[in-house]
């Protein structure tokens, strides 16, 4: 599988790039997974109901399954998760993109928009190979400027570095 991040500050547009990118990327062909880190606790369940019961019972894991889709709840010691050990949970796909986990090393595109008065991640994240932005130039970037507003050619963009760029392999090795 191979990995493109999707890094930015909060409310820069990233699930919306991604909400935008997924279906142009099936269109090109291929298989899409996203993984999207959370920064505060989350729940999928809703007290009383029995996943939830079993949860507070103490169960490690808790997988609902239903004839339209199956959901794996795992319980965490507080320790952030590892990018890699979500990825091998996954099914294998085309393309994995995740969300979040800005300050981990695989490949990404930042989403920044000046107006929100947060710095670049770049250029102090390595890991940025280019930026997708609401703006025409960001003095002194040196990285490829995506238009934010143009889906395709923020997908095109990928598709160009998943065919030709070695950096976008996976971080599973394992499963290239």
Excluded: Y
């Amino acid at each position: 599988m191979k990995v493109l991040g999707i890094a930015g500050w909060s409310g820069s547009g990233k699930t919306s790039l991604i909400g935008r990118l997924i279906p142009l990327l099936i269109e090109a062909g291929l298989s899409v997974s996203t993984i999207k880190h959370a920064h505060d606790g989350f729940d999928l369940d809703r007290p009383g109901k029995d996943s939830w019961q079993h949860r507070q019972a103490g169960a490690r894991e808790v997988m609902l399954a239903s004839s339209h889709r199956w959901a794996l709840l795992h319980e965490t010691s507080g320790d952030e998760p590892d990018p890699a050990a979500l990825l091998a949970r996954l099914a294998p796909v085309d393309l994995v993109l995740i969300e979040g986990f800005k300050r981990h090393s695989f490949p990404q595109i930042e989403v920044h928009r000046p107006s929100l008065g947060k710095p670049l991640l770049w250029p102090d994240q390595p890991a940025v190979r280019a930026i997708a932005t609401d703006v025409k130039s960001l003095p002194g970037c040196t990285l490829p400027l995506l238009d934010l507003n143009d889906p395709l050619a923020v997908r095109d963009w990928v598709l160009q570095a998943l065919h030709t760029w070695p950096g976008c392999r996976s971080i599973n090795t394992e499963a290239d």
